[in-house]
């Protein structure tokens, strides 16, 4: 299914329909403030096991990320001294992504790599998504690296391309092509390990 969802004001009845299928196991495909990205419920580990299936991503050697709605409740999932969320205070939301260390609320197959990757993208749909599951979302972009092609920024040709493989497609206008910038904090000074969209101020 491909829906069109407007990122200056999301429609509350087309953001339910969503969540629904977040809340039964389902995979989508969304907009952030970077690229396009495919998630699901980041505490469903079935869900999860299938995105990295998909992308074959082994989840005990890669970083896994989630999508949080803001920072107010960040502690629940990882780690974070006063400095690390000063940063991010700061930086966020914002084409960020920072790894931190895991915290044992967070389901086993995040904990084989013991750190997550934490978002709060400046994008509106799915920040809502987020807030109205009231779980973080799983996220990882639908590009490769070796791939940067046109279906990865333009929300139909998403949709021919991965309709077999995830339950909605969410038109949010066309994506961009650069990646979050990446900041390692694990070891309590961060680190730019990707240098993507975005600036990071300290």
Do not use: H, W
């Amino acid at each position: 299914m491909l829906i069109k969802i407007y990122p200056e004001n999301p429609n509350g009845k087309e953001i339910d329909k969503v969540v629904q299928i977040l809340q039964d196991g389902g995979l989508i495909i969304y907009p952030t403030d970077t690229v396009y990205a495919i998630g699901c419920d980041a505490l469903n580990v079935r869900a999860v096991e299938e995105i990295c299936k998909m992308k074959n991503i082994n989840p005990e050697k890669s970083n896994l990320s989630i999508i949080c709605y803001d920072l107010s409740n960040i502690s629940e999932y990882a780690r974070v001294d006063n400095p690390t969320f000063k940063l991010m205070k700061k930086n966020l939301p914002g084409p960020f992504t920072f790894i931190l260390n895991t915290t044992s609320s967070l389901p086993k197959i995040y904990k084989n790599k013991r750190t997550v990757g934490i978002r709060v993208p400046d994008n509106n749909i799915i920040r809502e998504l987020v807030n109205s599951l009231g779980n973080p979302i799983l996220t990882t972009s639908i590009k490769d690296d070796d791939e940067m092609l046109e279906y990865s920024t333009d929300p139909e040709l998403i949709y021919e391309k991965y309709k077999e493989q995830v339950d909605i497609v969410i038109d949010g206008g066309y994506g961009g092509i650069e990646a979050s910038t990446i900041v390692d904090c694990t070891d309590g000074e961060p680190e730019i390990i990707r240098q993507g969209k975005g600036e990071l101020s300290t």
